[in-house]
């Protein structure tokens, strides 16, 4: 019988999470697929659903899978079908850790339902259907994560602007490492947008600008080779979240520790409040340091990322 597959990628946002809701610049780049990623397949059969969270009917589905639900439905009608169809997700990327999990869930979920059906899907028509999924799942998104987990390039985003792909010259080691609590995007997000709100918004929209800054100027370091000045800047960006209390203790560890052991820079990444945080180091070696000094100081697991800067 037929099958459809669907594949997406993890994400990590270099610079500009939270100030890109806001209409600022972002850079990021895509997690690579060897290390970890989601697989959807879609075949004939009952309309069931079979992910970590959940297996049973696409109906009986827990609120907390309202979003993806809402993909399945949403591709489904966009295709003109109400066959009924079996889904199985299997995803390497950590759920609730900044990684962009669900949006990687809706990526796949949607590119498996068309590969199914044998119809093209632009990449526009991708991204507003995972729009859709992202908005039940945190309310306001600016559309990054979508992006990043459907491409494998990395990219310099503003919300509602033409995408620019970065070109990556930078010759650095990333360190990835998971607190290992569950990150809460959604509330994080929402807190901030009643900072800017509230009676000291001028204060908090400054720090919204002064992160967006960052992120521009990242992008220059980025393609120039110039690890120290992003080192630099990734402390900066970590000060301002930190002040927008998107931080926790257990990141606040994490970048303690990796400064402490020569890391160039080191800042949370994605949404905060648990989930992943980012330490910058000079070389393989270095990284490598980073990464064991971070598990002794509780990080639940470990990703290197090597840029080679050619
Ligand atoms: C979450 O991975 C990134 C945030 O900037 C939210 C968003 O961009 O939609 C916190």
């Not at 945190?138 to 602007?161: C, E, F, R, V």
Request: charged residues 20%.
């Amino acid at each position: 019988s037929t099958q459809g597959i669907g594949y997406a990628n993890g994400k990590i946002i270099l610079m500009g999470e939270h100030s890109v809701v806001y209409g600022e610049p972002s850079v990021a780049i895509p997690f690579p697929a060897t290390q970890i990623k989601t697989t959807v397949q879609a075949a004939e059969g009952e309309t069931t659903i079979e992910c970590l969270f959940y297996k049973g009917l696409l109906n009986d589905m827990p609120e907390l899978l309202e979003s993806l639900k809402a993909v399945i439905q949403v591709s489904l009608d966009r295709l003109g079908q109400n066959e009924s169809l079996s889904i199985n997700i299997d995803s390497t990327i950590p759920a609730e850790r900044g990684m962009g999990s669900s949006a990687a869930v809706a990526v796949a979920t949607t590119r498996g339902i068309y590969d199914f059906y044998k119809q093209a899907l632009s990449h526009e028509e991708l991204l507003e259907i995972v729009d859709i999924s992202e908005k039940i799942a945190h309310g306001n998104p600016s559309g990054l994560d979508a992006l990043m987990t459907s491409s494998s390039t990395p990219y310099y985003y503003i919300k509602g602007q033409p995408v620019t792909p970065i070109e990556l010259r930078l010759a650095a080691v990333l360190v990835v490492a998971d607190t290992g609590k569950t990150g809460q995007t959604k509330e994080a997000v929402a807190s901030i947008g009643e900072k800017i709100r509230g009676k000291n918004k001028a204060l908090y929209q400054r720090k919204i600008t002064e992160l967006g800054r960052l992120a521009k100027d990242s992008k220059d370091y980025l393609s120039h080779n110039q690890p120290e000045q992003l080192g630099l800047a990734m402390n900066q960006a970590q000060n301002l979240l930190s002040e927008l209390g998107v931080s926790s203790l257990e990141l606040d560890a994490l970048v303690v520790s990796a400064l402490s052991h020569n890391a160039l820079g080191a800042k949370l990444t994605g949404g905060g409040r648990g989930g992943c945080m980012i330490a910058l180091a000079r070389n393989l070696n270095e990284a490598q340091e980073i990464a064991t000094a971070l598990e002794e100081a509780g990080a639940k697991a470990t990703w290197l990322y090597e840029m080679s800067g050619d």
